[in-house]
């Protein structure tokens, strides 16, 4: 029997939504942080060859911060209030999988050396599959699920914002369509050596960043991006502390350091004045 509010309009949110999520987020918290810890050592602790740590050590970075959203997603009434961070989780799932799949002589286990990184490989492969077929699966239920009224906007977005937003979610995205279908040019263009699969990587969480950006814009409701207004500013932080201590490694004077600069302070900000917001409009939780 469903247990929401008539009178909050909106698509049930399925339980399959709500585990999946909890799943996803100890699965990156404790991968994402081992990724992140070895690139900040400098060693390059993934699934395939990295020429540098750097590029493994950002997609762990990602998988930690993104994870705080997600344990949250629970507290969600409707599917309304947690699809701008849970489809881009799919995103990163499904684009992931495919990576490591169109990429597979990268990985470890195709190009041998230490027991531990091809174990790590092996796991990565069958962990991410069966996660990628699960938020597929998910999806899917959630979309059965019955559908009252469309819900109502109870903080709609500053018309200053929009603007901002529409930039800032149209530069990750073409940055991510850039690196996952032309890596070898767009690759060329990190600040820091990359690798094929390292550039398609990188570019399936620009996508998901994207996606999950202009959905907020899609929206319209400060109300329906509780749990991605944990996720942003958390991405946007363990990105930079990464990359403030692999410094050396990043060519600051190259063309593209300042825009990576400029878009990881912008999903900063959005985090934290999207917060802000939501305080002082006072909306119910």
């Given at each position: 029997m469903s247990t929401q509010d008539p009178d909050l309009g909106g698509r049930e949110l399925s339980p399959a939504i709500t585990t999946l999520s909890a799943v996803v987020a100890v699965v990156s918290i404790l991968t994402g942080a081992l990724m992140a810890v070895a690139g900040l050592t400098g060693h390059a602790?993934?699934?395939?060859?990295?020429?540098?740590?750097?590029?493994?050590?950002?997609?762990?970075?990602?998988?930690?911060g993104v994870s705080p959203g997600l344990l949250v997603v629970g507290r969600a009434r409707v599917w309304e209030e947690v699809r701008t961070l849970?489809?881009?989780?799919?995103?990163?799932?499904?684009?992931?999988?495919?990576?490591?799949?169109?990429?597979?002589?990268?990985?470890?286990?195709?190009?041998?050396?230490?027991?531990?990184?091809?174990?790590?490989?092996?796991?990565?492969?069958?962990?991410?599959?069966?996660?990628?077929?699960?938020?597929?699966?998910?999806?899917v239920v959630q979309y059965r699920?019955?559908?009252?009224?469309?819900?109502?906007?109870?903080?709609?977005?500053?018309?200053?914002?929009?603007?901002?937003?529409?930039?800032?979610?149209?530069?990750?995205?073409?940055?991510?369509?850039?690196?996952?279908?032309?890596?070898?040019f767009w690759g060329g263009l990190v600040p820091w050596a990359v690798g094929r699969a390292d550039a398609q990587g990188l570019g399936v969480w620009c996508l998901a960043l994207g996606v999950g950006v202009l959905g907020a814009?899609?929206?319209?409701?400060?109300?329906?991006?509780?749990?991605?207004?944990?996720?942003?500013?958390?991405?946007?932080?363990?990105s930079a502390v990464l990359l403030a201590g692999r410094a050396g490694d990043v060519t600051w004077s190259s063309g593209a350091a300042l825009p990576l600069v400029v878009l990881l302070a912008g999903l900063l900000s959005t985090g934290a004045i999207g917060h802000w917001l939501l305080t002082r409009r006072a909306v119910p939780a």
């Open positions: 602790f993934g699934a395939w060859h990295s020429p540098e740590a750097l590029s493994p050590g950002l997609i762990g970075a990602a998988m930690v849970v489809l881009p989780t799919a995103v990163v799932l499904v684009g992931l999988f495919a990576v490591s799949v169109a990429d597979g002589g990268e990985l470890h286990v195709a190009t041998g050396g230490l027991i531990v990184l091809v174990m790590f490989s092996l796991g990565w492969v069958a962990v991410l599959g069966a996660l990628a077929a699960a938020a597929v699966l998910c999806l699920r019955p559908v009252t009224a469309p819900p109502a906007r109870t903080a709609p977005l500053p018309a200053w914002s929009k603007p901002l937003l529409a930039v800032l979610g149209s530069g990750w995205l073409g940055l991510g369509t850039g690196l996952v279908l032309a890596p070898r814009l899609a929206e319209d409701d400060l109300a329906r991006l509780r749990p991605a207004l944990l996720s942003v500013p958390g991405v946007a932080l363990a």
